[in-house]
């Protein structure tokens, strides 16, 4: 189960996550690890059971684009198309709040796992947190009204 939450209602469910994935065990600095754009931004949570195992959030730049990121699932909980269910339901959201795109800060690792849900990788590679990342992109279809 997926759901979608504001900052205030997922915090104490998406940083553990967060915290055990980026800080742990990427190493990623505690202090880069949360920023002004959490406050702001809608964050999907993944439930097995009643534990929360996955989380992504989704800021919004302007009306017609946002940016996901904190991409997270626990370690024992990848491969089961966790981290694909809440990425979609996000691109979903997106798309249906009217969003014309949706770009990401994608680790070099992480790029297939984007790629397979229609992201495109564009530029160079750069370095953020201590990592190799590559901006991607999703253009999102208007729905019809
Ligand atoms: C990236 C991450 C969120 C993927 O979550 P997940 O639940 O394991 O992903 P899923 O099981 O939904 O995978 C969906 C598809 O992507 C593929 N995939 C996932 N991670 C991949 C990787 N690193 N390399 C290649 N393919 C990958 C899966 O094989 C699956 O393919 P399939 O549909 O053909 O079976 C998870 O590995 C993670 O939390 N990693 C550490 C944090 C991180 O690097 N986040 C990304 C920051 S940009």
């Avoid at 999907?44 to 989704?58: D, F, I, P, Q």
Wanted: overall charge negative; aromatic content about 8%; glycine content about 8%.
């Amino acid at each position: 189960m997926i759901l979608i939450k504001t900052w205030e209602l997922a915090q104490d469910e998406a940083y553990p996550i967060r915290r055990d994935v980026f800080i742990l065990e990427q190493g990623v600095p505690e202090e880069m690890e949360l920023d002004e754009f959490d406050p702001g931004a809608l964050h999907a949570l993944a439930y097995e059971e009643s534990t929360c195992v996955g989380t992504a959030r989704l800021v919004y730049l302007d009306d017609k684009s946002a940016q996901i990121g904190r991409m997270a699932v626990l370690s024992k909980f990848r491969g089961r198309g966790i981290g694909a269910a809440i990425l979609m339901a996000l691109v979903k959201r997106a798309q249906a709040q009217g969003m014309s795109s949706l770009i990401l800060h994608s680790q070099v690792v992480a790029i297939p796992f984007y790629e397979k849900l229609g992201f495109i990788g564009q530029g160079p590679l750069y370095e953020e947190a201590g990592l190799p990342h590559r901006n991607m992109m999703l253009l999102l279809p208007e729905i019809a009204k």
